[in-house]
């Protein structure tokens, strides 16, 4: 089965490792073709604690290749998706999944009519370490969720994962990305501002209160209940990946946009449509923004 990974950072090397060494036919789509040659000439690597290993799938620079994968797994930032979509639109690959955080590209997917598309939630922890190098920094689950088409039409990939790295098939697509939302905003906009890695979000008692705080503000604004649960899966995601640097905490620290809008932003808008106040999510979302520049 051909599967191609367009976006090769953290999560998409993640994927790209862990799919090729269960004997996928993967292909990397690659920014720069020197990425490309790179992956090509060394493999993907991938650690784990004081192992590492690598894979060699096929790499190719994304604006010199031809989509025709039988599944393509889309991991670029959310805020570079859009531009992207013609490119998709026009491919051979009938079925792709998304793999971005936010909920702000969700109008982008279920406008795919001619595509089998579904959304990806990854509760792992990666951090990328080189060009073609990533460090598997907590182990935990992939989700997906079918937005068009049916769970058949993606069935076959579900082979291609493992139990170090297992695929979750959810039932309600938008619930699935509605709790990746509320975890992301409970999580990475606080490290990002307190440069801080996600376990010290409940080591640390006042980080953590504001955490708590974020999640009553985000559960008002999106109309959600079950305080308890979502709670737990923010503190299970905090523990699961403890020594994780956050991608907005990196891409802060790198000088790079954040994914601000497609989380804070979205939470402030269902907010305002609501007519609900959200003072530390507006804080939050201000700071990032601030921080960007």
Same mark, same amino acid.
């Given at each position: 089965?051909?599967?191609?990974?367009?976006?090769?950072?953290?999560?998409?090397?993640?994927?790209?490792?862990?799919?090729?060494?269960?004997?996928?036919?993967?292909t990397m789509y690659t920014r720069t073709t020197e990425q490309a040659v790179?992956?090509?000439?060394?493999?993907?690597?991938?650690?784990?604690?004081?192992?590492?290993?690598?894979?060699?799938?096929?790499?190719?620079?994304?604006?010199?290749?031809?989509?025709?994968?039988?599944?393509?797994?889309?991991?670029?930032?959310?805020?570079?998706?859009?531009?992207?979509?013609?490119?998709?639109?026009?491919?051979?690959?009938?079925?792709?999944?998304?793999?971005?955080?936010?909920?702000?590209?969700?109008?982008? &997917?279920?406008?795919?009519?001619?595509?089998? =598309? *579904?959304?990806?939630? @990854?509760?792992? !922890?990666?951090?990328? $370490?080189?060009?073609?190098?990533?460090?598997?920094?907590?182990?935990?689950?992939?989700?997906?969720?079918?937005?068009?088409?049916?769970?058949?039409?993606?069935?076959?990939?579900?082979?291609?994962?493992?139990?170090?790295?297992?695929?979750?098939?959810?039932?309600?697509?938008?619930?699935?990305?509605?709790?990746?939302?509320? &975890?992301?905003?409970?999580?990475?906009?606080? =490290? *990002?501002?307190?440069? @801080?890695?996600? !376990?010290?979000?409940? $080591?640390?008692?006042?980080?953590q209160e504001v955490m708590k705080q974020t999640l009553l503000?985000?559960?008002?604004?999106?109309?959600?209940?079950?305080?308890?649960?979502?709670?737990?899966?923010?503190?299970?995601?905090?523990?699961?990946?403890?020594?994780?640097?956050?991608?907005?905490?990196?891409?802060?620290?790198?000088?790079?946009?954040?994914?601000?809008?497609?989380?804070?932003?979205?939470?402030?808008?269902?907010?305002?449509?609501?007519?609900?106040?959200?003072?530390?999510?507006?804080?939050?979302?201000?700071?990032?923004?601030?921080?960007?520049?």
């Amino acid at each position: 089965m051909k599967i191609g990974i367009i976006g090769s950072g953290a999560i998409g090397l993640l994927f790209g490792y862990y799919l090729q060494k269960a004997s996928a036919q993967v292909t990397m789509y690659t920014r720069t073709t020197e990425q490309a040659v790179q992956i090509r000439d060394k493999g993907v690597v991938c650690k784990r604690g004081d192992q590492e290993d690598a894979v060699f799938p096929d790499a190719q620079a994304l604006d010199e290749a031809v989509l025709t994968d039988d599944y393509l797994f889309v991991a670029v930032k959310q805020y570079q998706l859009e531009s992207l979509l013609p490119c998709l639109h026009n491919s051979a690959s009938k079925n792709i999944v998304f793999l971005q955080n936010g909920m702000s590209h969700l109008s982008f &997917i279920q406008e795919m009519s001619d595509k089998n =598309t *579904a959304v990806g939630i @990854v509760e792992h !922890g990666a951090k990328k $370490e080189g060009a073609a190098v990533v460090r598997h920094t907590g182990l935990g689950v992939a989700k997906l969720g079918v937005v068009n088409g049916t769970k058949q039409d993606f069935q076959p990939v579900f082979s291609f994962f493992s139990s170090v790295f297992p695929l979750l098939e959810e039932e309600d697509w938008r619930e699935t990305a509605t709790y990746k939302l509320i &975890i992301n905003a409970c999580i990475n906009p606080l =490290t *990002a501002l307190y440069k @801080v890695k996600n !376990g010290e979000l409940l $080591e640390n008692e006042h980080f953590q209160e504001v955490m708590k705080q974020t999640l009553l503000e985000t559960l008002g604004a999106l109309g959600e209940t079950d305080e308890e649960g979502h709670w737990d899966r923010v503190c299970k995601v905090c523990r699961n990946t403890s020594a994780n640097q956050s991608s907005m905490l990196t891409d802060i620290l790198h000088k790079r946009p954040t994914e601000a809008d497609a989380i804070l932003g979205y939470i402030l808008k269902e907010a305002y449509r609501r007519n609900i106040q959200t003072p530390i999510i507006s804080f939050l979302y201000q700071s990032i923004k601030g921080l960007e520049r």
